[in-house]
């Protein structure tokens, strides 16, 4: 649909602009900056971005959409890996107008619009001592990173987000508002957690929160990529017995200059083990005193800091403009033959990549797998390739290693992924991260919300009929 920007006269503009007022067209000067997204590597061109202020502009937004046969893009934090902003000659609806969050420290509770970001939500909460476990970039969008689950620092001792969600206000396809909950369109509210793009845009979320902070207790020990043998065998066993308290990733990555290593380490590849320990410092001491007791390290790097401060310590490494991919699914182990391997890849790997393993149970793994639309709760680990770089000339190099890495580890693979953290999409895909019962499911309740698949420029489920 790319004609479509030629197609729009300028009444239909007007016509959109009757009722919801802010709209930007690429004759606007702010037209570049508005249809920017995260990832550079996605240079989209919609047809005209419409910002509303509420839901009801939100409704007129989707119409217009569906009367002019525009692709229609939902944008809340822009933060999507697989560039999930607007496809060129598209409509996309922008909710940036509806950022804020609002706290009741007395209820633990926070609603937070539809176009909030993490930061805010962060902020609110730790204002009263409160958290929601939420991901770890202050710039990402609440919306994007709650419908998709929700992982980050504090999940294996709060849940996912979406463990701490009550409720979801939601403009439907034919201009319907609905709140969903547990209580109020059960199924709907089921699938809006963890598929939740593809039945509606969320304009807003009504979440629990839960005492904490305001310190996190950190720790990264680093080691000889000869030792990740040993390295994986103490993580792998920790993880598995490691009080919630514990966030938990294992790595392979590159030791950098002017990171503290030995000269003779930097350049090469190396193991780590990172936590973040969300407990009592005397607790962090004595929780994390296993893992002190492994193979001899390269460095050791252990502190506290405000959770607020490491919620924004990667916002600007990881801000606008950089290019981005990401490739993951779920195992419950890393064979030796595939670590090897790792290794071999990571001492040729473009700079900025790596390979992690994250350690999930906890109370995640405590809230049952038909609960919600996120499968794979009982899966030990996420294993995921990821590389961020600035020029377009590498993105072959890029994709193509970690496509190679995720390769290594596909006879490792168990139910599920986090669909938040893979570039890649298709049925394929889905089929990876929910598995096909769960798939079959969220088929079915496609159709009843929305058949004719309008909301399918996301990780898009496809109406089942």
Known sequence: MVDATARLAPHHVD???????????????????????????????????????????????????????????VQSGGHAAMGFGGPDGSLVINLSNMRGVVVDPRARTARANGGALLGELDVAGQEHGLVCPVGVIGHTGVAGLTLGGGIGRLQRHFGLTIDNL?????????????????????????GLRGAGWNFGIATGFEFRLQPFGPDLHRGVLTYPARQVHDVWSLFR??????????????????????????????????????????????????????????????????????????????????????RSYIKSHNGKDIRPEALDEIVELVAVAPPGASFSATARGGAIGRVAEEATAFAG??????????????????????????????????????????????????PEQARVIFGDAMLARLGDLKLAWDPDNVFHVNPNIEPVS
């Open 15 to 73: 016509q959109l602009r009757r009722s919801c007022p802010d709209v930007v067209t690429p004759d606007d000067a702010e037209y570049d900056e508005t249809r920017r997204l995260w990832n550079a590597m996605h240079d989209r061109r919609p047809a005209v971005i419409a910002r509303p202020s509420n839901a009801q502009e939100v409704a007129a937004a989707i119409a217009f959409g569906r009367d002019q046969d525009l692709e229609i893009a």
């Open 166 to 190: 009550d409720a979801v206000e939601v403009v439907t396809a034919d201009g319907r508002f609905v709140r969903a909950s547990e209580t109020e369109e059960p199924e709907l509210f089921w």
């Open 237 to 322: 066993d920790f993880a598995t017995s490691a009080p919630d308290d514990f966030a938990l990733i294992f790595g392979i990555g590159t030791a950098g200059a002017d990171e503290g290593y030995p000269d003779e380490a930097v350049g090469k590849p190396i193991a780590f083990i990172a936590w973040n320990h969300s407990g009592s410092a005397a607790d962090a001491e004595r929780d994390s005193a296993p893992l002190l007791g492994g193979p001899p390290r390269l460095t050791e790097t252990i502190t506290s800091q405000p959770y607020l401060e490491v919620q924004t310590a990667h916002d600007l490494v990881l801000g606008w403009g950089s």
């Open 377 to 426: 709760r009982a899966e030990p680990f996420d294993l995921s390739a990821d590389s961020d770089w600035q020029d377009a000339s590498d993105d072959e190099a890029n994709i193509g290693w970690c496509r190679r890495v995720m390769a290594v580890v596909e006879p490792d693979r168990t139910l599920g992924g986090y669909s938040n953290a893979n570039s890649d999409t298709g």
